[in-house]
Each structure stands twice: as C-alpha cells, then as structure tokens.
C-alpha cells in the first residue's frame, strides 16, 4: 500500500547525518530537534501551540485529559475510523455517542450531531478520514451554540487546507480547541518509529497538556496533575524535520495518483471515486473506492492474486467492535456507516508511485470487472 524505502532512499543522506548527530549528541530525549521541530511544526501549521508527543493515540487522550472531563460524560464521534478515536474515550469512562457520516466525504455529518446533543455531551472529535476533512464550518457552529469543545483526530489530513466560509484559510487540526495527529511511519507526515502531537491556540490548554505529557509536572519533581509519560524522541523529531519540507511535495504526489485514479475510473459503472470537497483540499492518505454493484470482497481477493495490495479501512465500524460491547453501541442505528463498510476499498497510494504500477492496478480492476461480465 505504501513504498517508504523508496521514499528513504530519496532522502537518505540527509536523514543518516541527522540521526548520526542526535547519536553523537546522546540527547535522546527532549533534545534541541524536538525544540526545532515543535517551532517549525507550528509555523507550517498556523498554530500558536504544538505539544509533541509518542503517538496518534497518546495525544487524542492526552486532548481529552485536558479538558477535566468526568466519568460518563458523552463524546460525539463517528464509528468510521480507526479504533484509537474511541478507544481513548472509553479509556478515559467517557461514553461515546456514535453519529453517521456522510456519504460523500466519509466523515461525521453535521446535521447528525445535534440530534445526539445531551445535557451530558461535553465534546465532538470528527475525524478527518482518508485525507478528507469534516465539514468544519457546520461543526464549529453546532459546537459553539451548545458551549462544546471540538478535539480534531487529523492522523490522516495533515497539511491540508481548510477555506472557511468567510474566506479565510486555516490549516485542518487548527481549527477546533484542539487538534491532533500521528506520525506513524505510513501517514502523511510518517517518522520512522512511533510519533505523534497536539494542536492548539488556546494558551490554557497548551499549558496544561504540555504537563500531561510529562507525569503533570509543572516543574521537576512538582506534579500538580495527573498524567502520562508521552513524548517524541530526538531520532523522530530529526527524522521529521527533515521531511515536515517535503510534506507539500509529498502531498502533490499523492493528489497526482489520485488524479490518474479518478481520470480512469470516471466512466466506469458501479465505482464511485471519492468525492473532493470544496471546502477542503483533500490530501489523499487513503484512495477509497465505493462500490455499488461490483463485490468488493471478491475484487479484493482477485487483486491479491495479481499481487495488486488493496485494504478494506475499516471491516467493523467502531460501535460493532466486542471491546465496546458495554456501550450497548452495536444496536446504534448509522445505515450510511453500516452501508459504506461494505463497500469501500482502497488501492495503494504513496509517494514514490511509477506509472507502470498506476497501469497495472487500474488494469487489474479492469479485468475484474470484465470478467465478471
Ligand atoms: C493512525 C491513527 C490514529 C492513531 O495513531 P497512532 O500514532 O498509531 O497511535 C488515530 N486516529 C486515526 C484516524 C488514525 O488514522
């Protein structure tokens, strides 16, 4: 699905010397990269605040920590995404509220969420899927009339852009009270272990989770809140430092795959390519299939024969997984969630992409669906 040794070898003098002057340093932990990476982190991004940390998952807890949440209150979410989104919500005995998506963008649907809106909800986490922002615009509006933060899980649209209905821009993950991402080594912005950070403008909690992330220490050995042991080593800042200035590249790459999938299968019955969003620009994590009339299982196993890698994010929506069984959450009526996970595939999708690759995949979906008639 991805090529990182490719990707690697593109950069590899540049990354050597980085990581053999953190070893020279033995600075391991909290060493100046991390300091550099957090400054450039935040000028790329627009943000006034970047608290780095070790994963995806560490920093959508660590955002929830921040917010004195307690046991029981509701977080509004979508089911379609990945298991870390609400994982941390059920780590933490708040109760996740499942909401549909919608069809187009994947991501939870506004007009779902007011509905589910009780005197217990206290926060929304959209999830930014495939590449695709929420519909940002609508959520901060429902968020701000019902007084509730908004975390963003950005692990998979990093660096993309947002254009408000005022006209201005923001970069997505900055556009709630707290954003967050991964840096797991086949995202976006990947590092060559396990990474991850949190976003925000608001002072106070800048403040507060950067002593989350340090054992609630507010100085050494004074631990005013509870908290974890969570932070970026030295070897990935550097690591991510020198690839945050290819992320754009990186991003044109993958928007240049995307552009040669949808060209193909444009006119093709019963496969619809994923739907750009005006508001956002969709920066391609994911390349997600629908598939109406054509069997996606069947399509993905034929695929496998012509050694052609395709994945199906996610085969069990969240609100069905065993883990939340105590939630009562499988019964959650969400026909678009429930329909979409029978029907999405997504095709590989990175940086390093050679034409004759592109070929052979779109060729092998093509010979699929003659030989099914
Ligand atoms: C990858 C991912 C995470 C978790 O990130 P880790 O760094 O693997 O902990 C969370 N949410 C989404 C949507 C993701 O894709």
């Excluded at 010397?17 to 400054?39: H, Y």
């Excluded at 954003?179 to 949190?198: E, H, R």
């Excluded at 004074?222 to 932070?231: A, E, M, Q, T, W």
Aim: glycine share 8%; charged share 20%; aromatic share 8%.
């Amino acid at each position: 699905m991805v090529d990182l040794t490719s990707q690697y070898q593109g950069i590899k003098p540049a990354v050597d010397s980085a990581i053999t002057s953190i070893l020279e340093s033995a600075q391991f932990i909290n060493g100046p990269a991390v300091k550099t990476f957090q400054s450039e982190m935040e000028d790329y991004l627009g943000v006034k605040h970047v608290i780095p940390c070790a994963n995806g998952t560490d920093a959508l807890q660590i955002a929830l920590m921040a917010l004195e949440l307690k046991p029981g209150d509701e977080v509004i979410t979508t089911s379609f995404t990945f298991i870390a989104t609400i994982e941390v919500i059920a780590l933490l005995g708040l109760k996740p509220i499942f909401v549909d998506v919608d069809k187009d963008t994947f991501c939870i649907n506004p007009s779902e969420i007011e509905k589910a809106i009780t005197p217990k909800t206290k926060v929304i986490v959209p999830v930014h899927l495939y590449g695709q922002a929420a519909n940002m615009g609508e959520i901060m509006k429902v968020a701000n009339a019902n007084g509730l933060f908004v975390i963003e899980d950005n692990a998979q649209a990093i660096g993309s852009d947002y254009n408000h209905a005022d006209g201005s821009k923001r970069k997505v993950g900055t556009i709630g009270h707290i954003g967050t991402t991964s840096f797991f080594p086949s995202k976006n912005l990947g590092c060559y272990g396990d990474g991850g950070a949190i976003f925000t403008n608001d002072e106070g909690l800048a403040s507060k989770m950067r002593m989350i992330v340090n054992h609630g220490q507010s100085k050494r050995y004074y631990h005013d809140l509870v908290g974890v042991n969570s932070r970026l080593d030295s070897i990935q800042a550097a690591v991510l430092r020198i690839k945050l200035p290819k992320l754009d590249g990186y991003i044109n790459a993958r928007r240049k795959v995307a552009d040669h999938y949808d060209n193909f299968f444009a006119d093709i019955p019963g496969i619809r390519t994923p739907v750009r969003g005006d508001e956002s620009r969709h920066v391609f994590h994911q390349y997600t299939l629908t598939l109406e009339g054509v069997d996606r299982n069947e399509l993905n196993q034929f695929l496998a024969k012509k050694d052609v890698p395709s994945m199906i994010y996610y085969p069990v929506p969240a609100h069905k997984q065993k883990m939340f069984e105590v939630f009562g959450s499988a019964e959650t009526e969400l026909p678009v969630t429930d329909w979409l996970t029978h029907r999405v595939l997504s095709l590989p999708i990175h940086t390093e992409m050679e034409q004759d690759q592109l070929d052979h995949i779109c060729s092998s979906v093509e010979e699929y669906l003659k030989v099914k008639g």
